[in-house]
């Protein structure tokens, strides 16, 4: 077979491979050209704060409707931007819009946005937040980045200084997807994190599975004992938010609560909150 002829030798063509790249080809020039005429929305997910049941924040989430082919998930734009060297584009347009609609929110709900560890190993980050902020009159303790892992192993790139430089400007810093990587307890430990969001694997398994149960126990009790911030991500059920509160959770947020909507709906939301209860 063609392996077993050496490396780098090519020899048969995959029609379906052959599809996949120029599909790739096709969605790339598609997200240039959204990036290009500012296509691409930006909608928000509201965090509910478990102790005054009030909306203490949203999640910025990038959302492109393509007018030919309809939604495309963030799950697959997202990856590609990063490849393909946009994703400091599309970082920073989100970035700047989402700072620009939080100003219109009362002062004491945030915006989180998320980082991707691409956007970390460029040395112009703290420069576009600082700008973001300046431009849009949003004081630096409104933003929270949200970054996984990935972003603090690759400590090479001097990312333990920037979470510094940024948290001078009062930023504060979550770490996403919290318990999916492999080193997440020892990212915790050396780096500035304010706030741990639990993936949302795990509570959705916690009502069936109890070693998910238990892991979303020890991570409220961990943020406890760690004086940080805990959010629970992927909340759909009563049943889950009721588990939350009872292992001591912070926030939650989850499509129990409601999905990523546009800037005015959020605004509309703060004010007429309730959360949902059991009857
Ligand atoms: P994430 O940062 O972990 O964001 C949470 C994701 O979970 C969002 O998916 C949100 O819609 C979804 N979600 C929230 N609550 C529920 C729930 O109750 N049930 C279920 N099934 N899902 C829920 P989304 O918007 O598709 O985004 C996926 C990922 O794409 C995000 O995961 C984030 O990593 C990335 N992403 C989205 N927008 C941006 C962006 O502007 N910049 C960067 N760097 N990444 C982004
Ligand atoms: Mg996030
Ligand atoms: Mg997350
Ligand atoms: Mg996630």
Known sequence: DAKAQGRGRVC???????????????????????????????????????RTDEVCAFEALSRWTHPERGPIS?????????????IDTLGEYVLRRACADAV?????????VNVSPNQFRHDG?????????????????RL???????????????VFDKLHELRGLGIRFSMDDFGTGYSSLSSLRSFPFDKIKLDRSFLQD??????CATIVRIVGDLGGSLRMTTTAEGVETLEQLEFLRAHGFSEAQGFLFGRAMPADEALALIARWRTPRAA
């Open 144 to 158: 929270e980045l949200e970054v996984t892992e990935s972003v603090v192993l690759a400590d090479d790139s001097g």
């Open 125 to 141: 980050l703290c420069g576009v937040v600082a700008s973001a902020l300046a431009d849009s009159g949003l004081p630096g303790r």
């Open 206 to 211: 916690s009502l069936t599975r109890s070693e």
């Open 74 to 86: 963030p799950g697959e734009f997202i990856p590609l931007a990063e490849e393909v060297g946009l």
């Open 12 to 50: 048969v063509f995959d029609p379906a491979m052959e599809a996949r790249f120029q599909h790739r080809r096709w969605l790339e020039h598609e997200l240039r050209e959204a990036l290009r005429t500012q296509a691409i929305a930006v909608h928000y997910q509201p965090l509910i704060d478990l």
């Open 104 to 112: 219109a929110w009362p002062s004491r709900v945030r915006v989180a």
